[in-house]
C-alpha cells in the first residue's frame, strides 16, 4: 500500500490494532471517533488532510465506519525555521538540534520558548537571544523561592494581577495563544520579584499555571516548598471576576502627543468624563493657558491627548 494510503486511516486502527477479523471493532469506532482534535504541520493541510478525509468517505460509503467525518477539529502549527528566516535544511547548514539546545539551557526552556516565541499558527525564525531571555525568565522564577513566606501580608495589587492571570492563561491554552499565556507568566513573576515576601498560595498559583509550560521546574520548586504530592495532581486554578477586575486605571494626559501628566481614573471611564478631567488639570491648564484647542483625542483607559 502507497505512503500516502498508508498514513490516511491509521487513527481509525488505533482503536483496535490487535483486531485480525475487521479494519476495527465497529462499535469501538463509534465510540472513540470521529477525533476530537487533529494537529498538524501546515505542509500537510492540502495533502495528508484532503487524502485522510478521502479514504474516511469512502470507508463510510460502504460501511466499513460509523462516522463520516475523520476530524471534529483539525489545526496546523507554523515551522521553526533558521535564524535567517530560511527554512531549516543540512545543506544550508542552520539546522536547531533540540538535543543540543537541552543539554545547554535545559528542556524547560526549550518548552517554553517554542511556545514564546510567535503564535501558533504561524511559521517563526529561530532566536538564539530569545532562549537566553527564556532561560533567565525560568532562572527568575526559581530564585523566586526565597520570597516565599505564609505569612506574607496579601498585596491587593498582586491578588488582582494573580487572578487576571488565572483568567488569561487559562483562556489562552484554550485558544492555543500559547505565546500570550507566557507574556502573562512573565509579567506576574515580575511583580513577584518586586515583593519583599509571596504568600505560599500565590506562589503555588503560579507553579500549576506555569506547569504546561515548564514542567520539571515546576514540580520541583512546588516540592522544595513542603508540597509532598506532584503538581501534576492539583486542580487547575479558578479567578474571581471580582478579585481579577481593574477599578482604577493610570490615564496619560498628553498635549500634542507629549506627556503632560499621569492620573488616576476609574476603569471604563466615558470620555466625556476623561475630558473633564484632563481640562481639570492645573498641569494641562498651564500649558493650554492662551493657546486653541483644535481637538482630543481619547483612547478607552489609557489616554487624552489635546491637539492644538
Known amino acids: 500500500m502507497p505512503q500516502w494510503a498508508g498514513s ?15 479494519l476495527a471493532d465497529f462499535n469501538k469506532l463509534k465510540h472513540w471517533n470521529p477525533v476530537d482534535w487533529y ?5 500537510h493541510t492540502t495533502l495528508h488532510l484532503l487524502y ?7 470507508l463510510y460509503d460502504i460501511g466499513a465506519i460509523p462516522n463520516s467525518e475523520p476530524y471534529a477539529k483539525r489545526t496546523s502549527h507554523g515551522m521553526i525555521l533558521g535564524e535567517g528566516g530560511e527554512k531549516m535544511s543540512k545543506s544550508r547548514g542552520n539546522v536547531i538540534n533540540p538535543d543540543d539546545i537541552v543539554r545547554e539551557y535545559g528542556a524547560d526552556t526549550l518548552r517554553v520558548y517554542e511556545m514564546f516565541m510567535g503564535p501558533f499558527e504561524q511559521a517563526i525564525p529561530w532566536d538564539t537571544k530569545g532562549v537566553i531571555g527564556v532561560r533567565r525568565f525560568l532562572e527568575k522564577v526559581w530564585r523566586l523561592q526565597e520570597k516565599v513566606d505564609s505569612k506574607a501580608i496579601v498585596n491587593k495589587d498582586t491578588e488582582r494581577l494573580l487572578h487576571q492571570t488565572i483568567k488569561k492563561v487559562g483562556s489562552d491554552i484554550e ?15 515580575n511583580d513577584f520579584a518586586k515583593q519583599e515576601k509571596i504568600t505560599k498560595n500565590y506562589f503555588e498559583t503560579f507553579l500549576i499555571l506555569l506547569s504546561p509550560f515548564a514542567p520539571h521546574i515546576a514540580d520541583e520548586l512546588w516540592q522544595v516548598i513542603d508540597n509532598k504530592k506532584s503538581i ?13 477586575q481593574v477599578k482604577e486605571i493610570e490615564l496619560v ?20 468624563e476623561a475630558k473633564k478631567l484632563a481640562l481639570s488639570s492645573v498641569r494641562i491648564k498651564e500649558n493650554l493657558a492662551g493657546k486653541e484647542i483644535k481637538k482630543i483625542v481619547f483612547v478607552k483607559d489609557k489616554l487624552i491627548n489635546i491637539v492644538i
Open 175 to 189: 485558544s492555543q495563544d500559547y505565546n500570550t499565556a507566557v507574556s502573562a507568566l512573565m509579567i506576574l513573576a
Open 253 to 272: 494626559l498628553q498635549i500634542n502627543g507629549k506627556i503632560r501628566e499621569r492620573i488616576k481614573a476609574p476603569a471604563g471611564i466615558s470620555e466625556e
Open 232 to 244: 501534576d495532581l492539583q486542580g487547575w486554578p479558578k479567578y474571581d471576576p471580582q478579585l481579577a
Open 52 to 58: 485522510s478525509r478521502f479514504w474516511n468517505k469512502f
Open 39 to 43: 494537529n498538524g504541520g501546515m505542509e
Open 8 to 22: 490516511s486511516w491509521y487513527f481509525l486502527r488505533y482503536v483496535d490494532p490487535k483486531n485480525k477479523k475487521s
